[in-house]
C-alpha cells in the first residue's frame, strides 16, 4: 500500500514563531488531506488539498501531486496550534495516513 | 447540522467479551469506514464500506466484524479474538462519485479500554 512519511516527527514552536510540516507519499495519490487532532482525540479537517495552494487564516497548504509531496505552513504560531497534524492520501479506495507531526507551542 | 456520530465516547470490555462500537452519519455520505489508533501513532484501516451491504476489510482486520444494513450506519464489533483490543477507534465517512472522493469526515472516537 502507500507509504506516507511526514516531518518532523516533533516539534516546539515559541509562541508567534512560524513553521512548516512536510508529508511525502510514495506512490502518486488522490484527495489529500491535512487534518488536526485536537486534545479530545477528534480529528478536524484543515485543508482538502489534492493539488495547487490553499489559505485558511494563519495556515495555509500547498500540495505538488507531480512530485509526491504536500507542506502544511503555520504562521505566527498560538498554543491552540498544539496537537498532531495528520496528511492523509487516497489510493486504492481508501485514505493512508502518516503516523503525524506532534506540535507543541510554548508561551 | 450533519455529521458523524460515534458512541459511545468511553468503553470498557472485560476479556472474552464482544463489544459494539456505534458509528451514524446523516450527510448522506456513500462510503464509511473504521480505523484504530494507538498511541504515538497513525490510523490504521479495520474495515470499509463503499455502498450498502457491501464492505471491505482493510488492512487489520482480524478480530474485528462490520455491517452496512444502512447507509447511515456503520457498526463496529470488536471479538474477543482481537488479543489487543484497547484503542482509539475513528469511524470516518466521505461522499464518492465515479470519478472523485470529496475528502472525509470523521467522528470523535471511542476510547476501548479491556479490563
Known amino acids: 500500500g502507500i507509504q506516507v512519511e511526514q516531518s518532523p516527527p516533533d516539534l516546539i514552536l515559541q509562541e508567534g514563531a512560524n513553521s512548516t510540516l512536510r508529508c511525502n507519499f510514495s506512490d502518486s495519490v488522490n484527495n489529500l488531506q491535512w487534518f488536526h487532532q485536537n486534545p479530545w482525540g477528534q480529528l478536524i479537517n484543515l485543508f482538502y488539498?489534492?493539488?495547487g495552494t490553499k489559505q485558511n487564516g494563519r495556515l495555509s497548504a500547498t500540495t505538488v501531486a507531480t512530485e509526491r509531496y504536500s507542506l502544511l505552513y503555520i504562521s505566527s504560531s498560538q498554543t491552540t496550534d498544539s496537537g498532531v497534524y495528520f496528511c492523509?492520501?487516497?489510493?486504492?479506495?481508501?485514505?493512508?495516513f502518516g503516523k503525524g507531526n506532534q506540535v507543541v507551542v510554548i508561551p | 447540522d450533519g455529521g458523524i456520530t460515534q458512541s459511545p465516547k468511553y468503553l470498557f470490555r472485560k476479556e472474552g467479551q464482544n463489544v459494539t462500537l456505534s458509528c451514524e452519519q446523516n450527510l448522506n455520505h456513500d462510503a464509511m469506514y473504521w480505523y484504530r489508533q494507538d498511541p504515538g501513532q497513525g490510523l490504521r484501516l479495520i474495515y470499509y464500506?463503499?455502498?450498502?451491504?457491501?464492505?471491505q476489510k482493510g488492512d487489520i482486520a482480524e478480530g474485528y466484524s462490520v455491517s452496512r444494513e444502512k447507509k447511515e450506519s456503520f457498526p463496529l464489533t470488536v471479538t474477543s479474538a482481537q488479543k489487543n483490543p484497547t484503542a482509539f477507534y475513528l469511524c470516518?465517512?466521505?461522499?464518492?462519485?465515479?470519478?472523485?472522493?470529496?475528502?472525509?469526515?470523521f467522528g470523535s472516537g471511542t476510547r476501548l479500554t479491556v479490563v
Open positions: 492523509a492520501g487516497r489510493g486504492n479506495n481508501r485514505l493512508a
Open positions: 488539498i489534492p493539488s
Open positions: 464500506s463503499q455502498i450498502v451491504n457491501d464492505f
Open positions: 470516518a465517512s466521505s461522499k464518492e462519485t465515479v470519478v472523485a472522493n470529496y475528502g472525509y469526515t
